[in-house]
């Protein structure tokens, strides 16, 4: 028998990062796998339009997934993708 799920979202498997970028490569590549999961977890809840994404939703929502919360450029990046998914 399967357990339930203990989140509303299931946990992606992680495999570790090359080694050998500089710093600032790990960086943007953590902020855009953050943003790419809040982008999904949103449009997964009904959220179509980077006009309705604001900053206290996508909070919300990062809390909601157990993401730590986004700073202000990612959640650029959130609507960002969220407008150029369309």
């Known amino acids: 028998m399967r357990k339930p799920a203990d989140t509303a979202f299931p946990q992606a498997t992680r495999k570790p990062l090359p080694a050998g970028q500089p710093r600032e490569w790990y960086v943007t590549h953590n ?18 339009h980077p006009a309705t994404a604001d900053n206290t939703r996508i909070r919300a929502t990062a809390e909601q997934i157990g993401v730590h919360p986004p700073s202000d450029t990612t959640c650029r990046m959130v609507r960002a993708l969220i407008r150029y998914g369309r």
Do not use: F, N, V
């Open 31 to 48: 902020r855009r796998l953050k943003a790419m999961r809040l982008t999904i977890a949103l449009l997964d809840s009904g959220i179509y």
